[in-house]
């Protein structure tokens, strides 16, 4: 049981590029979501999905687009990188309530640099 | 937004020492869930609470979620070296499938153990 994945580890992209991190879980989770850790800002919420065909905004949406074409797999898009998306990025995924347990699932993160 | 406030910010405790720390938030939870990060790993999860008042233990830990709905805390009984890391609260207010399901966090609490 692989859990929620992250793909790739690392990664260091140049101002203006894009690129898509991927996160992947095998539990038939419903609801799944991406975080962004800064030093002292703690977890803030990008984008998050309660189910298939289903995303919405978190706090901190802007420069990032998501998509949920199926129950696995939950793409996050950066349009335009710019210095300020350099961060760690977690994917993290749960059961919504009346399926299971609520708690949310974390993969190991992607280390971002924009230079 | 839903902010939660989590304090300490850090800690620096002797091994074998009791630790506190608790979240409190402007709104109403339904779940509070607690979590461990290592340096460089996602998030794990160490407890999960469901019900107000409820107190609940994994070994040396013990947390509750509080009455009012809006705080909980964590204690760490007689701390080891292995305890170092970062401390999160995290809570959830929405009903399942709803805007609102998704997992608000606190900034962390740092934790160091001197052996």
């Known amino acids: 049981n692989a859990g929620v994945t992250q793909t790739p580890k690392f990664q260091v992209l140049k101002t203006g590029q894009s690129m898509t991190l991927q996160c992947a879980q095998d539990?038939?989770?419903?609801?799944m979501s991406w975080y962004r850790q800064d030093p002292g800002m703690g977890l803030r919420l990008i984008h998050y999905s309660v189910g298939a065909g289903i995303t919405d905004q978190g706090e901190v949406p802007n420069g990032y687009n998501v998509s949920r074409s199926t129950t696995e797999d939950f793409p996050l898009r950066l349009l335009s990188a710019a210095p300020s998306q350099t961060s760690v990025y977690f994917c993290a995924s749960s059961y919504i309530a009346e399926s299971g347990s609520p708690e949310a699932f974390f993969g190991q993160g992607t280390r971002l640099t924009v230079v | 937004g839903q902010q939660l406030n989590q304090s300490p910010q850090s800690m620096f405790i002797q091994e074998g020492e009791d630790v506190s720390m608790n979240c409190t938030s402007s709104?109403?939870?339904?779940?509070w869930l607690w979590y461990k990060q290592d340096p460089g790993e996602g998030p794990v999860l160490l407890i999960a609470l469901y019900k107000a008042g409820e107190l609940t233990s994994n070994g040396r830990l013990t947390a509750q979620f509080g009455i009012t709905r809006k705080d909980s805390f964590l204690n760490i009984s007689a701390s080891i070296p292995s305890d170092v890391g970062i401390y999160f609260c995290a809570g959830r207010s929405g009903e399942s499938g709803g805007s609102n399901y998704k997992l608000t966090f606190g900034k962390g609490t740092l934790l160091t153990v001197n052996p």
């Open positions: 539990m038939n989770h419903e609801y």
């Open positions: 709104s109403i939870f339904n779940t």
